[in-house]
């Protein structure tokens, strides 16, 4: 069996495609994954002065990570919508409806942090957008550490 010819001169090229194909193809039909169901928002030490760093638009899916784990370091209580989160504790808002909720969290620049909670992806194009912007959040929001720690 004979290969055309454009392929045998760019085989590299025509397997990096095949490879691009085959990881999209994954990405629209692979199972969501297991693991935890919580997101941490952890308050570090000394925040109540810094101010808390967060995204504008926290994003959960229900089914999939449906769980706002609050984690506060700071000596300070944190404010979070109804919620007071003591010094050293943890509290767990679970999400079961879609939809966005805005709670008051005066830590936050704007006092406000938006809770978007998004429907469980069907297997295609929903789940692959899904994946690409689970993606891009987690890279836009990468802890920053100094070349010493």
């Known amino acids: 069996m004979m290969l055309p010819e ?3 001169r760019h085989w590299p090229l025509a397997g990096l495609g095949g490879l691009l194909l085959l990881a999209l193809s994954w990405a629209t039909l692979a199972p969501l994954g297991g693991g935890s169901h919580e997101l941490l928002l952890e308050v570090p030490p000394g925040a109540r002065t810094a101010g808390l760093q967060v995204p504008a ?3 959960l899916t229900r089914g999939v990570r449906d769980v706002l784990l609050l984690r506060n370091r700071d000596s300070a209580p944190l404010a979070f919508g109804p919620v007071d989160v003591a010094p050293g504790r943890e509290f767990r808002l679970t999400f079961e409806e879609e939809g966005e909720h805005a709670y008051a969290c005066p830590l936050v620049a704007g006092g406000v942090v938006r809770v ?7 297997p295609g194009l929903d789940r692959l957008r899904w994946r690409l912007d689970n993606l891009v959040q987690a890279l836009r929001w990468l802890p920053l550490r100094g070349p010493d720690a």
Do not use: K
Not at 116 to 122: E, F, K, N
């Open 116 to 122: 978007r909670v998004l429907a469980w992806p069907d």
């Open 6 to 8: 454009a392929l045998r």
């Open 57 to 59: 638009e926290i994003r």
